[in-house]
């Protein structure tokens, strides 16, 4: 960010500002795969937190974590537009909605 900052005339807490505004520009190094669950109000209606708990419990990590072997990441994000498909989430550009508790297991093996 300092770099860019740089370049374009700005203090690097501009830079950071912008870049922090924007769920899908990471800030900090992330996992080789970026899980993100939609925290909006159609997901959160439709059992968000029973998904985000079976994550938690495959990958062994929090919202905001990366798994110690650098595989996965988690995050809990705004709207990624997938309402009609809820509970949604997307591994790096794949979106996968509908999911239950039972379903993640499955999907992250694929991974």
């Known amino acids: 960010m300092s770099g860019v900052a740089k370049q374009a005339g700005l203090q690097v807490n501009e830079v ?4 922090t505004f924007y769920s899908y520009l990471p800030v900090a190094p992330t996992g080789k795969n970026v899980i993100k669950v939609c925290k909006c109000v159609p997901c959160s209606l439709k059992d968000v937190p029973e998904v985000v708990a079976g994550i938690r419990k495959a990958i062994g990590v929090a919202p905001g974590q ?13 709207c990624i537009g997938a309402c009609d498909q809820a509970p949604a989430m997307m591994i790096n550009d794949t979106l996968y909605g509908n999911l239950t508790p039972a379903k993640i297991a499955d999907i992250l093996s694929t991974y």
């Open 66 to 78: 990366t798994t110690a072997d650098g595989k996965f990441s988690l995050e809990m994000v705004n």
């Open 16 to 19: 950071y500002g912008v870049a």
